[in-house]
T-cell receptor, first 113, second 114 residues
Framework: SQQGEEDPQALSIQEGENATMNCSYK?????LQWYRQNSGRGLVHLIL?????REKHSGRLRVTLDTSKKSSSLLITASRAADTASYFC?????????????FGGGTRVLVKP | NAGVMQNPRHLVRRRGQEARLRCSPM?????VYWYRQLPEEGLKFMVY????????ESGMPKERFSAEFPKEGPSILRIQQVVRGDSAAYFC????????????FGSGTQLSVL
């Protein structure tokens, strides 16, 4: 399977609930990034976590990284209808040229009002 | 500071025609990446360029696809003799440089091949 697999593939929650999605990868990485994509639009960068970091926060977002398990999680707290989107993790690999990112298949999140 | 600009937003081509997709990176960014996204899938890396150089084209199909990033002007992704399977959203991203920087994405070009 490809680098950067998200789980679950789809998630449906009520407004105000928390949404958690996971990402697993296979090779050593420099960094891991989470992006959001609204239907038919480009990607919006949410958060970058480096390989020597374990947790980062940004507003209602919390990202963890466990390099021993090669996994990351994205938590969206107190979700809003506007959080409805697809969420992708992307890994930047060590020794790769530039910051070529490998994307997973995404988690489609639906937040119901 | 304008973001990554891609044009056209939508492009319709008939089979056998050529498609040219343009990407202007953010001001001050000298690294450009092209990705392709099929419906309901993640983005697949195609090519990474710096000014006048192709650094990594490991994701480019061997035939019909080419990319450039000239000293002046936008980066161009060119698809010759398009086929229906080329229909996808093509995204460009840019970065300041280095291996630890985040990528900024454009809004993409939706290519439809009739």
């Amino acid at each position: 399977s490809q680098q950067g697999e998200e789980d679950p593939q789809a998630l449906s929650i009520q407004e105000g609930e928390n949404a958690t999605m996971n990402c697993s990868y296979k090779t050593s990485i420099n960094n891991l990034q989470w992006y959001r994509q609204n239907s038919g639009r480009g990607l919006v960068h949410l958060i970058l976590i480096r390989s020597n970091e374990r947790e980062k926060h940004s507003g209602r977002l919390r990202v963890t990284l466990d390099t021993s398990k090669k996994s990351s999680s994205l938590l969206i707290t107190a979700s809003r209808a506007a959080d409805t989107a697809s969420y992708f993790c992307a890994t930047g690999r060590i020794k790769a040229a530039g910051n070529k990112l490998t994307f997973g298949g995404g988690t489609r999140v639906l937040v119901k009002p | 500071n304008a973001g990554v600009m891609q044009n056209p937003r939508h492009l319709v081509r008939r089979r056998g025609q050529e498609a040219r997709l343009r990407c202007s990176p953010m001001k001050g960014h000298s690294h450009v990446y092209w990705y392709r996204q099929l419906p309901e899938e993640g983005l697949k890396f195609m090519v990474y360029l710096q000014k006048e150089n192709i650094i990594d084209e490991s994701g480019m199909p061997k035939e019909r696809f080419s990319a450039e990033f000239p000293k002046e002007g936008p980066s161009i992704l060119r698809i010759q003799q398009v086929v229906r399977g080329d229909s996808a959203a093509y995204f460009c991203a840019s970065s300041v440089g280095g291996s630890r920087e985040k990528l900024f994405f454009g809004s993409g070009t939706q290519l439809s091949v009739l």
